[in-house]
């Protein structure tokens, strides 16, 4: 934001700043000018305290404090002159980048209101110049905000695999003929929801239940970061519901087991590698799903209430449209959900390091 400056019975001065450093933060801000009166007789403006926790503050100095030490590195001849040397502290270097003009324009936006703050009681402003400022207040600290969830984001360890095309299992699970006639409408849901969200998807592999459906399905889904998607749907699956084998119109409970596994990555130089990544999958699977238990469950649907509970996040969704492929508002509250849980953990190593 940009503060202006005029003649208004004497010459006012921006104290204000924009946001600005060698780096420009990849974040949208408002754009708005205030006309604001000079300090007159003030003592320098003290640091605000951070709104962040103490924790996040410690990784971010330490991320800067990095990045300065790898650009004198970038500067030394020697490295200079190593070509391989130079790229890897280059590479390192720029993993920083996003991390540390994001902070820089966050200290920035601090200092902004809390200038802004002692710029409301000084007792000479008016009216309307104190309205101007309160706004501006109001701003910041929105800013501020955004500034501080976009920084928690980035310090979150990135999950290697979730670039990964994926395998996706459905296994019939307890309940008998009506267990794999939910696998196959859990099949259906999986196939709506990637032509919703442009993924691609092919069977490979099928064991068909003697009344239709399906013991076991399995196919595999491409696009745009599958894995960190769908990971989320791994688990038990319960269904309520009157089966189309229940002559009395009685409710049954059955349930089909989900298992999502990254791409096996081919190369022939790793062969036992590869061996390991596949021990490792089924290891994976068996995690995943347990025993396919009715008390293993990630989710319950069901069909007399119209309902979906997911009972990780708590939370109820609508049955119809969500077996039609509409899940992806579950699937981003599992996302946030796991975020909340990585940042409980890294405000728990920092503390326990600065013990």
């Not at 006309?35 to 003592?43: A, E, G, M, S």
């Not at 994976?284 to 347990?290: H, L, M, W, Y």
């Amino acid at each position: 934001m940009f503060i202006s400056t005029m003649n208004i019975q004497m010459t006012l001065t921006p104290t204000i700043s924009s946001i600005s450093s060698q780096f420009t933060p990849r974040i949208d801000l408002p754009n708005r000018s205030l006309f604001i009166r000079p300090l007159q007789n003030k003592k320098p403006i003290s640091r605000t305290v951070c709104m962040a926790e103490p924790y996040l503050l410690k990784k971010l100095e330490s991320a800067e404090k990095t990045w300065k030490d790898l650009s004198v590195k970038l500067a030394d001849p020697d490295v200079v002159s190593n070509p391989s040397e130079y790229q890897k502290l280059a590479q390192s270097m720029s993993e920083l980048d996003e991390v540390v003009a994001t902070y820089r324009g966050f200290k920035d936006c601090e200092k902004q209101l809390e200038e802004s703050k002692v710029l409301s009681k000084d007792p000479d402003v008016d009216e309307e110049m104190a309205e101007m400022i309160a706004s501006e207040i109001e701003s910041l600290s929105d800013q501020l905000i955004v500034f501080e969830e976009k920084l928690k984001m980035l310090l979150i360890p990135s999950d290697p695999l979730d670039s990964r095309n994926i395998l996706l299992e459905v296994r019939a699970g307890t309940g008998g003929e009506e267990a794999g006639l939910w696998a196959a409408d859990l099949v259906r849901m999986y196939q709506r929801y990637c032509e919703r969200n442009a993924l691609r998807y092919s069977p490979l592999s099928s064991s068909e239940a003697e009344r239709g459906g399906y013991k076991t399905y399995v196919m595999e889904v491409k696009g745009a970061r599958v894995y960190s998607k769908l990971k989320y749907e791994s688990g038990v699956h319960r269904v309520q519901r009157v089966p189309q084998t229940e002559a009395q119109g009685r409710i049954h409970t059955s349930t089909a087991t989900v298992a999502i596994m990254p791409e096996v990555r081919m190369s022939i130089r790793y062969e036992i590698k590869l061996k390991e990544q596949q021990e490792s999958q089924r290891n994976q699977r068996k995690s995943q799903v347990g025993s396919g238990s009715r008390s293993e469950k990630i989710r319950t649907y069901n069909y007399k209430d119209n309902r979906v509970t997911d009972h990780r996040l708590k939370m109820n969704f609508e049955l119809t449209s969500f077996l039609d492929g509409d899940i992806e508002t579950a699937i981003q509250s599992c996302a946030s959900m796991e975020q909340r849980e990585l940042l409980e953990e890294l405000a728990d190593s920092v503390g326990t390091a600065a013990r």
